[in-house]
């Protein structure tokens, strides 16, 4: 066995080529084929090794000659990424991020009735911008600062609907650099606000979605020599998801001792139901995966319709795509909380809504379903109060429960 670290190899791998090896070894459990070297150089089955490395083990079994023999995942340290600190005491902020993770996975006893049992997990409790995203803006600064060095990547420009800007933010201040964000006109004023209390500077466009202002900010990047991480095609928002997010819940389903029916969560890029859909499909047979999208008119801060365009997802099979309005997204923010004694985002809200939606229409049978909230809900104060204004008494309560 060789430290991956070690080793280097100068065959690149396409996104395409990755998805399909990582699917081959996720749902073998392992590999049958080795790793050649010379010295530190691979020499032969390089895309494999490669793969092995983005998805975080750290150990690779290596041969001077072509042997086949089946490695487990196990056995090359798959799981060791996952290293909770358990008496939660953190290095620095940086830490507070990747040692905190897994992210809690909570039953939602009080939503789940009969033999449908909902479990979320809880993405808000990611320290930075209290979001999924925070993942995605430390993997893609640590892929640019391995190349480019932590100190010294200057100004930092992107298109952002506030979460991945809160966490680029985050970062760049941990390492002396900067944040311009481009946020579309959609934004709530404690999004914007808040980019600017992370000390980034916040452009408002008039346009009203993410994707409509890449061109221009990869326009500005180039003109100033600004870094554009570009969430939007930047695959080290999937990556991140492979090798964190999807694979500590699937050590949180083992602990919780459950095999979930299918998992539910939102599309915006579509990195982490991408990367979750490759991951679980991979690992646990019959699982399904629904994503989550806003109805044809409506504006959900953080997701989107696929038309809108989103890189991942076509690389993937997905179950279902549900479609949700805003008013339906607010009204499960507020089932939520009255219910369950939590603030979830808006985007969790229309999660919580597709989950109803798929049992209205009967496609959900008995078993343990799996949401992913990405967010927590004090950013969007401003609709919830916009909401119970307009409803002009206190809120009437979902129908009953299904
Ligand atoms: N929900 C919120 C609140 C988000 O900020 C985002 C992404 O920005 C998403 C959902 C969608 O996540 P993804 O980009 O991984 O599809």
């Not at 190899?9 to 070297?37: K, M, N, P, W, Y």
């Not at 409509?212 to 095609?233: G, M, P, T």
């Not at 991979?282 to 038309?307: A, D, H, L, M, N």
């Not at 597709?354 to 009967?362: D, F, H, I, M």
Request: charged share 25%; hydrophobic share 40%.
């Amino acid at each position: 066995m060789q430290d991956v670290e070690n080793l280097y190899c100068e065959e690149g791998i396409d996104t395409q080529e990755f998805i399909s090896l990582a699917r081959e070894i996720l749902s073998r459990g392992g590999i049958d084929r080795a790793i050649v070297v010379d010295g530190y150089r691979v020499i032969e089955n390089c895309k494999l090794f490669q793969t092995l490395k983005k998805l975080g083990v750290r150990r690779i079994p290596v041969s001077r000659g072509i042997e086949n023999t089946f490695v487990p995942l196990e056995v090359m340290g798959f799981f060791e990424d996952i290293q909770p600190s358990i008496y939660r005491v953190f290095r620095d902020t940086e830490e507070l991020l990747y040692k905190n993770w897994p992210t809690p996975l909570v039953k939602l006893s009080r939503v789940s009735i009969d033999d449908r049992v909902v479990w979320a997990k809880l993405e808000g409790f990611n320290p930075w911008s209290m979001s999924i995203k925070d993942r995605v803006g430390w993997y893609m600064y640590r892929k640019v600062a391995e190349a480019y060095g932590r100190r010294n990547l200057g100004l930092l420009v992107e298109s952002t609907s506030t979460n991945t800007g809160l966490a680029i933010a985050a970062i760049a201040n941990m390492y002396l650099s900067k944040l311009r964000a481009y946020i579309p006109s959609t934004v709530s004023q404690t999004g914007e606000l808040m980019l600017k209390v992370f000390g980034a500077d916040v452009v408002r466009s008039t346009k009203q979605l993410t994707v409509e202002l890449i061109d221009e900010v990869n326009e500005i990047a180039r003109k100033e020599k600004a870094i554009h991480l570009n969430q939007f095609y930047n695959d080290a928002n999937f990556e991140v998801h492979l090798r964190y997010t999807a694979k500590e819940l699937e050590l949180q389903i083992r602990e919780a001792g459950i095999a979930p029916r299918a998992i539910i969560g939102g599309l915006g890029t579509s990195g982490h139901m991408s990367a979750i859909a490759l991951y679980f499909k991979s690992r646990f047979r019959g699982i399904k995966i629904y994503g989550v999208v806003p109805r044809e008119g409506t504006i959900i801060q953080g997701i989107r319709r696929i038309e809108s365009g989103m890189k991942w997802i076509h690389y993937i099979d997905i179950d279902g795509v549900i479609e949700v309005s805003l008013e339906e997204a607010i009204q499960s923010i507020i089932h939520i909380a009255r219910r369950e004694g939590i603030l979830i985002g808006l985007s969790s809200g229309a999660v919580y809504t597709g989950y109803r939606k798929l049992v209205e229409n009967g496609e959900l049978n008995e078993g343990d379903y799996i949401l992913v909230f990405p967010d927590h809900g004090y950013k969007y104060t401003e609709h919830l109060q916009r909401y119970l204004n307009s409803i002009n008494s206190n809120i009437k309560p979902m129908d009953s429960e299904i």
